[in-house]
């Protein structure tokens, strides 16, 4: 495991990366997980404008062990997602446009594009529009998600899960890329999507360290200069 300082780096680094691209606002959170039961996440201000010491640590039972900040109202999110998913070490919530647009007429997100391979199990839709606040709610949001990485919430936003940041970052970026052109290909005509086969191709050819790197890098340099 990472050291804290390097962890908090990485997830300030996700936040700024994501508001400079415009796919944040006033709201949403990013938690990694820094041991088996202890997470660290960004407290309740816009995400965009967390700094070092913002960051607490919470329990996996969604209580605040460390630090000054308050603790996000959708905990229970990130507790119920992590407890169901072994494989999960870090998760995104946000609220970008184009997701919610997909999920209010029952669309998941389609593979339309390259970019959006990594999305070929499907992106689940929870069909409700209440914020995640209880446990049983959290539960019901990771049975929804299953074993896939993206889930939308009808009316509210995205959940993303990886098992490290900088492809949680990918997925938050990718996600949204993918969902713009398929809402701008559905109104010229019919989507033609990739068959599964064809976006496992792009999913071998992507998931090697260069290309997730130049991915990254780009994206770090239009942020930081
Ligand atoms: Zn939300």
New binding site residues.
């Given amino acids: 495991m990472e050291n804290l300082q390097s962890l908090k780096e990485k997830i300030l680094l996700v936040c700024k990366i994501l508001d400079r691209q415009g796919l944040l606002d006033g709201?949403?959170h990013v938690t990694t997980r820094i041991s088996e039961d202890r997470i660290l996440s960004t407290p309740k201000m816009p995400p965009g404008k967390v700094s070092m010491r913002d960051f607490i640590i919470l329990s996996m039972k969604g209580e605040k062990l460390e630090g000054s900040g308050e603790p996000n109202g959708?905990v229970p999110m990130h507790t119920s997602i992590y407890k169901a998913r072994p494989d999960v070490k870090c998760i995104l919530?946000y609220?970008p446009d184009e997701l919610i647009a997909l999920s209010v007429v029952g669309q998941g997100v389609k593979v339309v594009a390259n970019c959006g391979a990594f999305f070929y199990r499907g992106t689940p839709i929870f069909d409700s529009s209440a914020?995640i606040r209880s446990e049983a709610l959290g539960d019901q949001l990771a049975r929804t998600l299953g074993d896939r990485n993206a889930v939308l919430l009808r009316g509210?936003?995205a959940t993303v899960v990886a098992d490290d940041l900088d492809e949680l970052l990918r997925l938050g970026i990718t996600l949204v890329k993918t969902a713009r052109i398929q809402i701008m290909a559905s109104a010229l005509g019919t989507l033609k999507t990739h068959s599964e086969a064809e976006a496992k191709a792009v999913v071998d050819v992507e998931s090697g360290e260069r290309g997730r790197r130049r991915f990254l890098d780009y994206y770090i340099s239009e942020t930081l200069g």
């Fill in positions: 709201f949403g959708e919530h609220h914020l509210h936003g």
